[in-house]
């Protein structure tokens, strides 16, 4: 190591100790940072973050990549995290080859911001994009971008919403289609399928991302499950008549949502009264008592059948997503790509049902900020199917993928899980999750998480939760109260991970400002010259 190595490696470790006291976060959290080998942002000499590049190790052949991701997937609804009996036979297979990750945390608890931390390996405070308002800005370059730099054709096929275009998550894609019609990972997957078998024996390896938002609130199952023993709520009438018109074959709209004002407890649906009309009214008068934006739900215990019966609504729409995904495997494995592809599924959050009085994703709650991650690798690499246990994040998804192929990665928050995948015991990392236009973030380390919550003055929820998931994995007891050094220790950690990626953000704005970023993507050849 030369001197001015050293001299770099010394104030990156200054900066980072002194951001964590700033933050509160001391020696608990100090080793974290110190641990530099594995924290790819190196820092200048006025304390920013150095745009920075990175070759993993020496390049690979080029095999097909392929990334699914079902939106608002909870990791306990699925069989390989324990769901029984198990809704996804497909995804229960594909298992038996993957490398499972048991924790695994978003970077952010609602979509948009989600999937940007996910393409660009960065925290939503590092990429900017915190509302609904918001678009992923040019200077940053996505899992896409990279990919298609390094030969790879790329196509992405998905369900709109906050996935759509004018959300700049399509930076680098070839070709990227949405559907704002339709919300199912099924549409997705027949777009890709026929995407597939059009291409030839001869084409460019390609990188294709597939999105459903199938779970996704209104829960609308295209079979309605079975009601609780003994259920009979007044909806249940036009349920029935819902499913005889399934069985008919019509279109099934039954929990089209249209405006919930839940501070009016009133529902405004721009169309005639309807069983749409009756169940949000019904979910309404069950559960709500505020304003749809910040959810806060009254007490599982008073209407255990209610909860019942929307928490089954969740799950039938489950097999369905599970079902359009056998098929996409099923067409991989026509063209001879499936066993020498590297697969990817995942979830961009999960959902909250009723586990701590809510309904949907707008805490950071564990059932929102723990997802479904399985990689399986080619069938000739030296990775064995496997579980890790350790916490792993959404941002080291980019990273890793290109840890694989050897690509050099751009100035990222994650690190690459191929040593985990290949067993090697790293050492812990914390691992965030914002709420950006929602009041809560978190963080997880080792055995603890920490919920910090922006409250207002009449808010009944507590500022600082704590939990030990190690013996409290439902997170029923917070130990805030109990032990406030871990509390006020885990606090550090969070506010270190967003002041970093501020910091991070300002040096993107200044690198994108004077070109020099755009002059580094040029010299690697990701983007053209003159």
């Not at 906050?162 to 070709?175: E, S, V």
């Not at 500022?463 to 871990?486: A, C, I």
Request: charged share 25%; proline share 8%.
């Amino acid at each position: 190591m030369n001197s001015r190595t050293r001299a770099l490696s010394a104030r990156r470790s200054l900066i980072a100790v002194a951001l964590l006291v700033v933050a509160g976060g001391v020696s608990f959290a100090c080793a974290v940072w110190l641990n530099a080998r594995h924290r790819p942002i190196t820092y200048d000499e006025d304390g920013l973050p150095r745009l920075t590049w990175h070759r993993w190790n020496a390049p690979r052949p080029r095999v097909p990549i392929v990334l699914v991701a079902v939106d608002t997937l909870r990791a306990d609804a699925v069989g390989p995290y324990g769901a029984t009996p198990s809704p996804t036979p497909h995804l229960d297979e594909f298992a038996t080859n993957a490398v499972i990750f048991d924790n695994a945390i978003t970077a952010a608890i609602w979509t948009l911001p989600s999937f940007a931390s996910m393409f660009t390996g960065l925290y939503p405070p590092a990429h900017g994009v915190m509302d609904a308002t918001h678009k992923l800005a040019d200077e940053h370059v996505t899992m896409a971008e990279v990919l298609r730099g390094a030969g790879y054709e790329t196509a992405g096929f998905t369900a709109g919403g906050y996935l759509a275009k004018r959300y700049g998550l399509d930076q680098g894609f070839d070709t990227y289609r949405y559907r704002s019609d339709t919300r199912t990972l099924r549409e997705s997957v027949d777009q890709a399928i026929t995407w597939l078998g059009e291409r030839t024996d001869g084409d460019a390896p390609y990188f294709l991302f597939v999105h459903g938002f199938d779970p996704h609130r209104p829960y609308r199952p295209r079979r309605l499950p079975e009601p609780p023993p003994g259920y009979d709520p007044p909806e249940l009438d036009a349920a029935i008549r819902i499913r005889a018109e399934l069985d008919q074959g019509k279109p099934f709209d039954a929990f089209e949502l249209g405006e919930l004002r839940l501070a009016e407890t009133t529902v405004d649906v721009k169309r005639e009264p309807s069983f749409d009309d009756r169940f949000w009214k019904w979910v309404d008068s069950r559960f709500a008592t505020r304003e749809s934006m910040h959810f806060a739900w009254r007490e599982e215990s008073r209407y255990p059948n209610d909860v019942d019966w929307l928490r089954r609504l969740y799950t039938a729409k489950v097999p369905e997503a599970d079902e359009a995904f056998g098929d996409l495997l099923a067409a991989l494995a026509k063209r001879g790509d499936l066993d020498r592809a590297l697969i990817v599924f995942v979830s961009d959050h999960g959902e909250e049902l009723m586990d701590h009085a809510m309904i949907g994703h707008t805490r950071a709650t564990r059932s929102v900020c723990n997802v479904p991650l399985l990689i399986k690798p080619p069938h000739d690499s030296d990775v064995a199917p496997q579980r890790v246990k350790k916490v792993v994040r959404s941002i080291d998804l980019l990273p890793t993928l290109l840890a694989w192929l050897g690509l050099q990665s751009p100035h990222v928050q994650g690190r690459s899980l191929m040593p985990q995948m290949r067993g090697v015991d790293l050492p812990s990392m914390p691992a965030a999750t914002f709420g950006t236009r929602h009041p809560e973030n978190s963080v997880r380390f080792r055995g603890f998480r920490l919920v910090d919550r922006s409250v207002t003055r009449d808010d009944p929820i507590p500022k600082l939760r704590l939990y030990d998931v190690r013996v409290d994995p439902g997170e029923r007891h917070s130990l805030s109260d109990e032990d406030p050094v871990t509390t006020e220790r885990m606090r550090g950690l969070l506010r270190g991970i967003e002041h970093e990626s501020r910091s991070l953000a300002f040096a993107l704005e200044q690198a994108s400002a004077e070109g020099g970023d755009d002059q580094a993507l040029r010299e690697l050849g990701y983007i053209g010259g003159e």
